[in-house]
């Protein structure tokens, strides 16, 4: 007698078919991945194994090291001395002070005549420069009479004789506040360009750092008084000592506008 096939044999071995191929395909799977791994690549290399000692690097004795806990000898050098002052010093130093000197008396000067109304209206913002101005030379007169009587000098009290007589002379003419304003402009014209001469004769750093500290300033009132007259404040490239005091009387200057 023929047993024939039941439904639940169809469904066993359709079971058992569905669990093989899960099986065909995990085994499919982990074959691919392990394709993958083993082809990473046709020029990868396997990676270089170093033994304990060869990973660790051998320390080699330091020649001449000082033994741990010694102290430590450093060698300092003596700050070098600075110069004194030479005699050079000493004679450009009150040259720069009488300059200074005459500065004073000539913008004291303007004050009192503006005060007396001979130059006619003054403006406050002239008559605050010039006060200022004066303030500044005023300051710069004591810094190097200070370092003149450090030094066992006399202090400078008078201006150069043949500079006086001829700022007093021009001064002598100027009626009104632009007069003023082109005196003060060739008089500032003197100090800058004997100052900026002076920074390349000065021997000590002290003196030099003097008159490199009050050549700017003076730059400055030249600017200010430049504006003051209509100028361009600021028509040098490069500062130089064409103006620069060398004895006699006051010199022309370049700059001076043909209002006078």
């Known amino acids: 007698m023929t047993t024939e096939p039941t439904e639940t044999t169809h469904q066993e071995e359709s079971g ?16 691919f991945a392990a394709a993958l791994a083993a082809c990473g690549g046709k020029d990868s290399q396997p990676e270089a194994v170093l033994s304990p000692a060869e990973a660790t690097p051998s320390r080699q004795p330091t020649k001449n090291r000082p033994e741990r806990g010694a102290p430590a000898t450093r060698t300092r050098r003596a700050p070098a001395a600075a110069a ?113 001469f002076a920074i390349s004769k000065l021997e000590s750093p002290e003196a030099i750092a003097l008159a490199g500290s009050i050549f700017p300033i003076d730059r400055q009132h030249i600017s200010v008084l430049l504006f003051a007259l209509g100028m361009y404040p600021v028509p040098e490239v490069f500062a130089n000592t064409d103006m620069a005091f060398s004895g006699g009387a006051m010199p022309e200057s370049p700059m001076m506008p043909g209002t006078r």
Do not use: C
């Open 84 to 196: 004194a002052p030479t005699e050079a010093d000493f004679m450009i130093g009150a040259l720069a002070a009488s300059l200074e000197v005459l500065a004073v008396n000539t913008y004291g000067a303007a004050l009192d005549a503006a005060g007396a109304g001979a130059l006619g209206e003054v403006p406050p913002a002239v008559a605050e420069y010039v006060t200022t101005a004066r303030a500044h030379h005023q300051a710069a007169l004591d810094a190097w009479n200070g370092a003149l009587t450090a030094g066992g000098k006399e202090a400078v009290t008078a201006p150069p004789a043949d500079l006086e007589a001829s700022v007093n002379e021009q001064f002598g003419m100027v009626t009104d506040v632009v007069g003023a304003a082109q005196l003060a402009l060739t008089l500032e014209q003197v100090a800058a360009g004997t100052y900026l």
């Open 16 to 31: 058992d078919k569905s669990v093989a191929r899960r099986g065909m395909f995990a085994v499919a799977a982990g074959g």
